[in-house]
């Protein structure tokens, strides 16, 4: 029985150890929550204190806010409603009416204004007028030449890689075309030139120009043609030594040609080509390029060989360089029985256009 209640003593004693391990620690955590009280009481004291400065804040805004009610409601005691607000049924801005007027006034007088400045800085010749000061006298006019007014003989012709020729290869309208109105101003200027001086024909013709693409090569070939139309034994010389153009448009071999009689290789019944599809009319191409042109269409062998082809044919017509790019029309005027200086609509400037006659003056040309 000893030992029994021993064993119960023992059991006992280590049941009660844990609690006695729990209750120990319970007094640790009051013993440091006690620590602390201090602090939390420093704490709740301010946080009252701030909440006392809160609320009397708030009363004070309170007061005021009330008092700014009364003394408002004071104020407008004699304001009373004449006319409610409404909406407007149309914007009040932009005015849209207004603008486009103004704009549409603005943009014909602004167009107006650029149109009178771009017509006052245009130096081309654009009117008859502008040809006055040239102290020439205005043989012809020449139409503008639409596409489908072309067509001529050499459309029938396979087209060349050069665009200038194909341009003026649809330009030549005298042949298959010939009561066109632009074939009719070119026999216009064919009557013009025969009867300048009726006492004195005109057999031989050089058609010159200020600058490039300006129409000679166009107004040559078709002056030619119209000439041989006539029945008149018509020779067509490619003179333009640097840019040939006229072998190109009738489809015919540049070489032989003018250069190759004047340093002797050739003669001239060996050169000169007949346009078949059009009778009583010559080509003579202008050959080889020479590194010296102006020199020799200034030779006296070119001077020979035009005195020899004036007895072979009726009339001569000559397509040359322009006057102010290089010197040949100047030196070939001397041997030429009339000079022709075509002109081109809005491109040909006023100062280019007197400075090409200027230069024919001065070598004494036979200015037509």
Not at 123 to 142: K, N, Q, R, V, W
Not at 177 to 196: D, Q
């Amino acid at each position: 029985s000893l030992f029994g209640s021993k064993i119960e003593v023992e059991t006992e004693i280590r049941a009660l150890e844990p609690k006695v391990d729990i209750y120990g620690k319970i007094v640790e955590q009051y013993n440091t929550e006690l620590e602390s009280l201090p602090a939390k009481k420093l704490q709740l004291a301010r946080l009252t204190r701030q909440s006392q400065v809160a609320e009397k804040l708030y009363i004070m805004l309170q007061e005021k806010y009330q008092e700014s009610r009364i003394t408002e409601v004071g104020q407008l005691g004699n304001v009373r409603v004449i006319d409610p607000a409404k909406a407007p049924k149309e914007p009040i801005a932009p005015k849209t009416k207004l603008n486009l007027v103004l704009g549409v006034l603005l943009g014909l007088g602004l167009g107006v204004a650029i149109a009178f400045a771009m017509d006052y800085m245009d130096d081309s010749i654009s009117t008859l007028e502008d040809l006055e000061y040239l102290g020439a006298p205005l043989i012809a006019t020449i139409p503008h030449i639409k596409p489908e007014e072309g067509n001529g003989f050499m459309s029938k012709l396979q087209r060349v890689e050069d665009p200038e020729v194909n341009a003026i290869n649809e330009r030549l309208v005298t042949h298959l075309k010939p009561r066109s109105p632009v074939s009719e101003a070119y026999r216009t200027l064919r009557t013009n030139i025969l009867f300048t001086a009726p006492e004195n024909p005109k057999h031989v013709i050089m058609v010159t120009s200020s600058g490039p693409r300006e129409g000679k090569s166009t107004s040559v070939a078709n002056l030619a043609i119209t000439f041989a139309q006539m029945g008149t034994s018509t020779l067509l010389i490619d003179a333009d030594l640097r840019r040939p153009m006229l072998d190109k448009l009738f489809q015919i071999d540049q070489q032989p040609g003018l250069t190759n009689v004047l340093v002797g290789q050739k003669d001239i019944s060996e050169v000169v080509s007949r346009i078949h599809d059009v009778p009583n009319l010559y080509m003579l191409t202008c050959g080889i390029n020479p590194p010296n042109p102006a020199e020799l269409l200034g030779s006296e062998r070119m001077h020979e060989l035009l005195a020899q082809l004036r007895e072979q044919y009726s009339m001569i017509l000559i397509d040359s360089p322009p006057v102010i790019a290089v010197t040949d029309p100047s030196v070939l005027a001397r041997f030429v029985d009339g000079v022709v200086l075509v002109v081109r609509t809005s491109q040909t400037q006023r100062g280019a256009a007197l400075m090409a006659s200027e230069q024919l003056r001065r070598v004494e040309a036979p200015l037509l």
